[in-house]
């Protein structure tokens, strides 16, 4: 059964950290794109960060570069996303995706929520 498992989410303070996991199960996510989305209420899900297969190539959206890192651990089938410099805007459901367009494989986690709140 294929399973994405998010953890690390919670309730930080402005300019606090967070570490979010993503955990797979079911397949090997060696050879997918690694992705990080996030839904803030009332607002579409955005693509946060992308980590490619191999880890050579990775992208973020303009409003976390320089916060946030994107990483993977392709032997322990884990993916991470370091989140420094926390702002309230940040706030949101954050989703761990796994992509293969090449055999149309499209996985995603249930997700885990991250609040930035004083």
């Known amino acids: 059964q294929v399973q994405l498992v998010e953890s690390g989410g919670g309730s930080v303070q402005p300019g606090g950290s967070l570490r979010l996991s993503c955990a797979a199960s079911g397949f090997t996510i060696s050879t997918y794109g690694m992705n990080w989305y996030r839904q803030a209420p009332g607002k579409e899900r955005e693509l946060v960060a992308s980590i490619s297969s191999t880890s050579s190539s990775t992208n973020y959206v303009d409003s976390v570069k320089g916060r946030f890192t994107i990483s993977r651990d392709n032997a322990k089938n884990t993916m991470s996303l370091q989140m420094n410099s926390l702002k309230p805007e940040d706030t949101a459901v954050y989703y761990c995706?796994?992509?293969?367009?090449?055999?149309?494989?499209?996985?995603w986690g249930h997700g885990t929520q991250v609040t930035v709140s004083s």
């Open positions: 995706n796994a992509k293969r367009m090449a055999v149309r494989r499209d996985y």
